[in-house]
């Protein structure tokens, strides 16, 4: 199934181009014992619970609803730099992209920590700050976390997803570590919904494409990435426990560019869909 989240805080289960409130079923997660969000840990159980709300809810054309981010509070938003080797490559090669740092391997980078602050939904904008610095888009396959995962084994690791989106790593390019240059307000962006994995099926072989302006930049599959998602999962869980509601951005491929104010970033992932995401200078 395919889940939104949508004007005020809302809920809504996808289907074609409708959306059907199904809000009522966020007051049956029971508690966690501990921090995460309740839904994402109750999902699997809930399914039946959603599919009977929808049922009796008014269809509501998706062009008429402000999409948030369908992870709507994560504890950590955990992203996996130059996962995909042109990737590695094409930044070790541009001077304009490393800065003089040290770009390694993910295996020695490690992952690192993007501040949930910096989240945004789909129907929102971009807000560049910094316009005397490039700033770049990077799209990517992004994870939803739906049980605790605590130094998990790769055989049970895609069991801890709650769900799959796009993800998009704005990036301010310079000198600072990446945490620090990534986080600023409105740089990641997740949308349009979230797709559970029975829907999504294995995320080893997925498309995923960007354009800004209709321009061609991206255009990579999952199964290039240096650590898929199950690797990531282990990887991450063996430094710090994941947390249902927590994201995992598993990284971009080659082909990043530039953005400026005025601009439309379009991304899409295969059995997903498509965001299009305007950017503007903030305020």
């Not at 996996?80 to 992209?97: F, K």
């Not at 800065?99 to 949930?116: D, M, Q, S, T, Y």
């Not at 895609?158 to 990446?178: F, K, N, Q, S, W």
């Amino acid at each position: 199934m395919k889940l939104c989240r949508y004007d005020q805080g809302r809920l809504g289960l996808v289907r074609g181009d409708t959306v059907f409130d199904v809000t009522a079923v966020l007051d049956e997660a029971p508690p966690l014992d501990g921090p995460g969000d309740p839904f994402f840990a109750a999902l699997a159980d809930l399914t039946g619970r959603i599919e009977a709300l929808a049922a009796g809810a008014v269809p509501r054309p998706l062009a008429e609803v402000r999409l948030l981010s369908p992870a709507p509070s994560p504890g950590k938003i955990v992203a996996a730099p130059v996962n995909y080797r042109a990737h590695l490559d094409e930044v070790n090669d541009d001077a304009e992209l490393h800065h003089g740092n040290l770009i390694n391997e993910i295996h020695r980078a490690g992952v690192f920590l993007k501040a949930p602050s910096s989240l945004i939904g789909p129907s929102d904008k971009v807000r560049q700050r910094f316009l005397d610095r490039r700033t770049d888009h990077e799209v990517e396959l992004a994870v939803v976390i739906g049980r605790r995962a605590d130094r998990v084994s790769k055989a049970e690791a895609l069991d801890h997803v709650a769900g799959y989106c796009i993800g998009l790593d704005i990036t301010l390019r310079g000198p600072e570590e990446r945490s620090f240059r990534k986080s600023i307000d409105t740089y990641t962006v997740l949308g349009p919904w979230i797709v559970t994995p029975d829907e999504f099926g294995p995320p080893t072989s997925m498309g995923l494409k960007l354009d800004v302006n209709g321009e061609p930049r991206q255009d990579a599959n999952t199964r290039d990435l240096i650590l898929g998602v199950a690797d990531l999962i282990v990887f991450a869980s063996s430094f710090y426990t994941l947390h249902p509601g927590d994201v995992l951005l598993t990284g971009t491929p080659e082909g990043v560019g530039p953005i400026r104010p005025g601009d439309v970033i379009n991304a899409s992932v295969e059995r997903i869909g498509a965001i299009s995401v305007g950017v503007v200078a903030a305020d």
